[in-house]
Antibody
Framework: QVQLQQWGAGLLKPSETLSLTCAVY????????WSWIRQPPGKGLEWIGE???????NYNPSLKSRVTISVDTSKNQFSLKLSSVTAADTAVYYC???????????????WGKGTTVTVSS | QSALTQPRSVSGSPGQSVTISCTGT?????????VSWYQQHPGKAPKLMIY???KRPSGVPDRFSGSKSGNTASLTISGLQAEDEADYYC???????????FGTGTKVTVL
C-alpha cells in the first residue's frame, strides 16, 4: 500500500521561496509520474506540475517561470520549489502519484494529506 | 488555459441519480479521451473516481459512471447515498503545452 508523506514550511513571507518535499513509502518509484497540486482556501484544484523517476517534467504554463520540481530516487522523494511567492500562493499543497492508464496517459491515484502554506507579511 | 466549467452545485435525495457536467473545448475535453473525476470530502485529499472518461479504479462503487459527448464530460452518481455528499472535480488532458486542467468543482448535496 503506497503512502505519500509530505512536509515543508507552512508560513512564508512575500518574495520567499516555497519548498515542499514528498516521500514515497511502500511502492515502486519508477513507472509513475509524481505530481504537485494546490488548492487555495475555499477554491478549486490547480495542477502545478509533475516529474518522473528519470527527471522528465511537465509544468502548468501559468506557474512554470517560478516552479521547479525535482526528484531524488535514492530517497524515493520528490520536491517542489515555488519562488517569489505572494498571498495568491496561499493554499493547501498536495503531492500525488500518477499511474499510467491503458493509453499511457497518467492519472493521479494516490495523494498525500496536504500541507497548508500561508504567505503573509 | 481556463478551468473547465462545472455547475457550482447539484443535489438529490437518497436513491436518486445526479449528473455533473464538465464543459471544455476541443483543445481539452473534446480533443482527448483523457478525462478523470475526483471526489473530495471537506478537509480531505481528493480521491480518483473515474479515469479515461469512464473507467473506475478498483474499489470505486459502480454507482459512479462517466461519459463524454463532444466538449462535455459527465459524471453520474446513481442510487445517491449520504456519503456521496462531497465536492467533485473533473480533470482533462489539454495538450502538450497546458497538459492538465481541472474543472471549477461541483458540490453535491444529498437532501
Amino acid at each position: 500500500q503506497v503512502q505519500l508523506q509530505q512536509w515543508g514550511a507552512g508560513l512564508l513571507k512575500p518574495s520567499e521561496t516555497l519548498s515542499l518535499t514528498c516521500a514515497v513509502y511502500g511502492g515502486s518509484f519508477s513507472g509513475y509520474y509524481w505530481s504537485w497540486i494546490r488548492q487555495p482556501p475555499g477554491k478549486g484544484l490547480e495542477w502545478i506540475g509533475e516529474i518522473n523517476h528519470s527527471g522528465s517534467t511537465n509544468y502548468n504554463p501559468s506557474l512554470k517561470s517560478r516552479v521547479t520540481i525535482s526528484v531524488d530516487t535514492s530517497k524515493n522523494q520528490f520536491s517542489l520549489k515555488l519562488s517569489s511567492v505572494t498571498a495568491a500562493d496561499t493554499a493547501v499543497y498536495y503531492c500525488a502519484r500518477a499511474f499510467p492508464g491503458p493509453r499511457r496517459y497518467y492519472y493521479m491515484d494516490v495523494w498525500g494529506k496536504g500541507t497548508t502554506v500561508t504567505v503573509s507579511s | 488555459q481556463s478551468a473547465l466549467t462545472q455547475p457550482r452545485s447539484v443535489s438529490g435525495s437518497p436513491g436518486q441519480s445526479v449528473t455533473i457536467s464538465c464543459t471544455g473545448t476541443s483543445s481539452d475535453v473534446g480533443g482527448y479521451n483523457y478525462v478523470s473525476w475526483y471526489q473530495q470530502h471537506p478537509g480531505k485529499a481528493p480521491k480518483l473516481m473515474i479515469y479515461d472518461v469512464s473507467k473506475r479504479p478498483s474499489g470505486v462503487p459502480d454507482r459512479f459512471s462517466g461519459s463524454k459527448s463532444g466538449n462535455t464530460a459527465s459524471l453520474t452518481i446513481s442510487g445517491l447515498q449520504a456519503e456521496d455528499e462531497a465536492d467533485y472535480y473533473c480533470c482533462s488532458y489539454a495538450g502538450s503545452y497546458t497538459f492538465r486542467v481541472f474543472g471549477t468543482g461541483t458540490k453535491v448535496t444529498v437532501l
